[in-house]
């Protein structure tokens, strides 16, 4: 059998025993990659098994008790505690009527408005103002609207414990619920 140097691009003769000695080098990475995806396989699982007791079997078993928190034996305590998430759309259209929605409802003041120079909340009229003024003087802008992740979370948050709307489902990715929270004891 011929093998290649790679490093002196020769072909040289490769015995029984370096056969045998790739042989088993190929099969130990093809069983560490079938043991290492076995093993994403099983975290995947436990994390989906974290999920369902923290976010729906305490909670509801907890609520049944009119329980919020509790204490163990081993000193660590549980307490369950509303739980928020939002995001907003990355789809062009939708994206639009999102901020449209924030505007509507008071809330545009969360909305950072940036064309070359960074704007914050409550400037909108500045950088349109500044975007007119620099492409009536012939400069290219380009306008990055956004709002801040952990804003939006405090936003929705805030929405929910006054009882006010909340950001419509079909316009944003919004999630409220109740979740476990563990507190090992020190």
């Known amino acids: 059998m011929n ?19 790739i042989g088993d080098l190929c099969q130990q990475l093809v069983d560490a990659e079938a043991e290492v995806s076995a093993l994403k396989d099983l975290l995947k699982t436990k994390q989906e ?51 449209q929605w924030l505007r509507d409802n008071n809330l545009g003041d969360i909305i950072k408005n940036e064309i070359a120079a960074r704007f914050g909340r409550n400037e909108d009229g500045k950088a349109l103002e500044f975007a007119k003024l620099a492409t009536a003087n012939g400069y290219e802008v380009e306008q990055t609207l956004k709002v801040e992740s952990q804003t939006l979370k405090a936003t929705l948050k805030e929405l929910h414990l006054k009882g006010a709307a909340l950001p419509p489902e079909e316009t944003f990715k919004t999630f409220v619920g109740r979740q476990a929270k563990v507190t090992r004891k020190k």
């Open 49 to 99: 098994n974290v999920l369902e007791l923290k976010q729906v079997k305490i909670p509801a078993w907890m609520q049944e008790k009119n329980l919020s928190q509790l204490k163990l034996n081993d000193g660590s305590s549980i307490e369950v505690t509303n739980f928020y998430g939002i995001s907003i759309p990355k789809d062009h259209d939708q994206r639009a009527t999102a901020y």
């Open 3 to 21: 093998k290649i140097n790679f490093e002196q691009d020769q072909i040289e003769t490769v015995s029984n025993d370096d056969a045998t000695s």
